[in-house]
């Protein structure tokens, strides 16, 4: 059974640093696209990130490219999204997800069907301020 559990979340002051994990259980993680997704109360689900399956290939909302990075550890199935120079607007719930049929390359256009096909960890909040 497949299991999706993020991690790391918490506060960080402006310009910090954060790490999300998300780990995997029951699948093999290479044959799965990632997505990391964040949502503040009362506004859509906001895409952040996404990495394919096997390529590597990435892409990420505008919003966070030059200060997030997403990666993956196939071997230890598990994917990251590494953080840097957080802003207030960064504030929000980050759920990571993965969808084998996914393509990152229309990741955004894609984002209805992520949450219909996809598999959901419970999320991590992050709070930005000082």
């Known amino acids: 059974q497949l299991q999706v559990v993020e991690s790391g979340g918490g506060l960080a002051q402006p310009g910090g640093s954060l790490r999300l994990s998300c780990s995997a259980s029951g699948i093999t993680l290479e044959q799965y696209a990632i997505g990391w997704f964040r949502q503040v109360s009362g506004k859509e689900r906001e895409g952040v990130s996404c990495i394919s399956s096997r390529t590597g290939t990435t892409n990420s909302a505008d919003s966070v490219k030059g200060r997030f990075t997403i990666s993956r550890d196939n071997a230890k199935n598990m994917a990251f999204l590494q953080m840097n120079s957080l802003k207030p607007e960064d504030t929000a719930v980050y759920y990571c997800?993965?969808?084998?049929?996914?393509?990152?390359?229309?990741?955004?256009?894609?984002?209805?069907?992520?949450?219909?096909?996809?598999?959901w960890g419970q999320g991590t909040q992050v709070t930005v301020s000082s």
């Open positions: 997800a993965l969808w084998a049929g996914a393509n990152c390359l229309s990741y955004f256009r894609d984002l209805p069907s992520w949450g219909v096909l996809a598999s």
